[in-house]
């Protein structure tokens, strides 16, 4: 009992990384633009202004948002084809 | 096929006569065999021709591949880059390894650049490397097994574990260090190797502690760790603080403005994720 106490929140594996990785950039591609970013201000069309000064936080996490779904669209495709099959096969 | 059996000899003695000029075709690795030629007529391998062409293409195209991998990896991991790292002597690693555990006498924080490229760690004491970390990450591996098994818990597959888990959470931190940096926007040089150099350097303390606690018990554990974790604080706090800080800021003047209090706090809260994985790391090593 000891010994699954001591593990319960180290024992990660550079495996339960990658799936963590795909499930977050996943979540984050699944966010519409239209549909939802905009309604809660979250749409790059509101994040304009601020020319001289740096942008905050709150417009760098909407770019990151929609870079990373620009970016990721088609590569997530594949790698949750890969992971779809691979589930699949070995559970 | 007639002229088989004295064609290797033909070869022979050309070879050795072309290994004279240097216009052979081919390698001359018929020179050694021609020696043990003169005893051994069946052992025709070595001064087959076409044997000697396919070694030499084979050692062509592994010259190739091997290029080939060389350009490839250096585009994935920055090789070059990583040499830098890695240019270390004694007398840095000593230096560095006393200023982890004791940064408080130092005065001169800055890294000095040569030409616009920062100078190589051989040279400059504040300067990050990757010596240190990496090799804490396998003492720290390897001392973990040891303490485990005089808890009597030790199987090899838990060195496996160890070194994964550690692994998995220092790639996060570098991460979320990476995203918080980002999100605040602050223009430092600071690379992503960097970044590692500075989440590797917890792992000395993190073997003293365990080591202390090996020796002399609990007690010496929490002193040492407590030690440690306090002088890697003010390692981290001292190190970040040119790096992130705005020039007006990093020299201790009061400095007003949202954006410099944002990257005071994310330098603090950087400095003190250290001693929090130190102790998460290791208190269930001593028991």
Redesign the interface.
Known sequence: RR?RT??DN?????Y??IQAAILCVNAVAVLHEERFLTKIGWGVDQSVGGFGD??G?KV??MN?VRSVRTVMRVPLIAVNSVCIVLLLLFG | MLDFPNDPNMRLRNSSVDGADGSQLFEDTSGAGSASQAGFPGQSLLSDPMSNLAMAYGSSLATQGREIVDKNLDRFIPISKLKYYFAVDTVYVGKKLGLLVFPYMHENWEVSYQQDTPVAPRFDVNAPDLYIPAMGFITYVLVAGLALGTQN?FSPELLG?QA??A???L??EVLAVLLSL????VNTDLTTIDLLAFSGYKYVGMIVGVVAGLLFGRPAYYLSLLWCCAAIFVFMIRTLRLKLLSEAAAEGRLVRGA?NQLRMYLTMTIAAAQPIFMYW?TY?LIR
Do not use: D, G, K, N
């Open positions: 010994l001591c593990w180290m024992a990660f594996t550079l339960s990384l740096e942008p936080i760098q996490l990151l | 818990r574990v994964s888990s692994l998995v959470w790639i996060m980002y999100l605040v926007t954006r790391f269930h």
